[in-house]
């Protein structure tokens, strides 16, 4: 129970890899808030905030779903007002609401570069700034969901890794900035198996993980002390390596096929030469 009592506020934690972290995070003895932008059900998407609060009070421990749209500060300011006033404190922020889209820059739609520009890194820099005073009166965590910084970032892909770089940096600076809240950046090294990869054919189910790894690695990052941990835009097999997990084969999407680095060489062919 490594997160006993914590409140723990996860953006776009209807599925996916914020789902799987709301319940790794609620079997540690947190309570979750729960945020997305709608808390009906999608045409082809599975699930819903309400089935992952169900989820989460069938393991013992309390659930606030909360719609809400990244992109508006007024609804943010709310989503945390929300929880302060449900729970009386805020321990930590996942920042994992997310937009991808791809193009090269010159066919790039300006509508869609907002669009990921609004979700990615001001959704993450208004539920940062909004959950601030609340995370410094007990200490804090603040996680988003994105990568190393690289110099070979990968062609047609420049808008959003311009948004996911800018939530990397948002991350240090809360680090830098603040005395009793860490700042974390977490990516995962493989694909992994989501909407979005399975959508967007990011890769295969060979080359994919679940998304219990990042979970796993979210929990470990919020268990630290936050007085103590120092800022590293960290990588999922990193995180959980210091913990002495090395044996990876359990996030296998295929049981008999270990994936390769897909994530990374998206980003960076080099990735192991070049990220920071």
Same mark, same amino acid.
């Given at each position: 129970m490594r997160l006993k009592d914590k409140v723990v506020l996860i953006t776009g934690a209807s599925r996916g890899v914020g789902a799987a972290c709301a319940l790794a995070c609620a079997r540690e003895g947190a309570d979750l808030v729960l945020a997305a932008k709608s808390m009906e059900p999608h045409p082809?998407? #599975? !699930?819903t905030l309400p089935e992952v609060a169900d989820a989460v009070k069938a393991l013992g421990r309390d659930a606030l779903p909360v719609s809400v749209d990244v992109r508006f500060p007024e609804q943010v300011?709310? /989503? @945390?007002?929300?929880?302060?006033?449900?729970? !009386?404190? =805020?321990?930590?922020? @996942?920042?994992?609401? !997310?937009?991808?889209?791809?193009? +090269?820059?010159?066919?790039?739609s300006i509508?869609?570069?907002?669009? &990921? /520009?609004? &979700?990615?890194?001001?959704?993450a820099f208004l539920a940062s700034h909004f959950a601030m005073p609340h995370l410094r009166k007990n200490g804090g965590h603040v996680i988003n969901m994105s990568p190393p910084i690289c110099? !070979?970032?990968?062609?047609?892909?420049?808008?959003?890794?311009? #948004?996911?770089f800018g939530m990397t940096f948002l991350a240090q600076a809360i680090d830098g900035e603040e005395a009793n809240v860490?700042?974390? $950046?977490?990516w995962p090294v493989t694909a992994i198996r989501t909407a979005a990869t399975e959508v967007f054919g990011l890769g295969s189910p060979e080359q994919w993980r679940t998304v219990d790894i990042l979970a796993d690695a979210t929990v470990?990052? =919020? #268990?630290?002390?936050? $007085?103590? #941990?120092?800022?590293?835009?960290? =990588?999922d097999e990193e995180v959980l390596a210091e913990t002495g997990i090395t044996d990876f084969s359990g996030y296998r999407c295929v049981p008999d096929s270990e994936p390769e680095p897909?994530? /990374?060489?998206?980003? %960076? +062919? %080099?990735?192991?030469?070049t990220w920071t």
């Open positions: 082809t998407l #599975s !699930g300011e709310a /989503m @945390v007002e929300k929880a302060v006033a449900h729970f !009386g404190r =805020l321990d930590a922020l @996942v920042n994992n609401a !997310g937009a991808i889209y791809w193009s +090269p820059v010159g066919e790039h509508k869609r570069f907002d669009l &990921v /520009m609004g &979700v990615n890194v001001r959704g110099v !070979g970032a990968g062609a047609g892909k420049a808008p959003y890794l311009v #948004s996911k860490a700042g974390h $950046a977490l470990e990052l =919020l #268990s630290r002390d936050p $007085a103590t #941990s120092t800022f590293r835009a960290w =990588l897909f994530s /990374m060489q998206l980003i %960076d +062919p %080099d990735w192991k030469r």
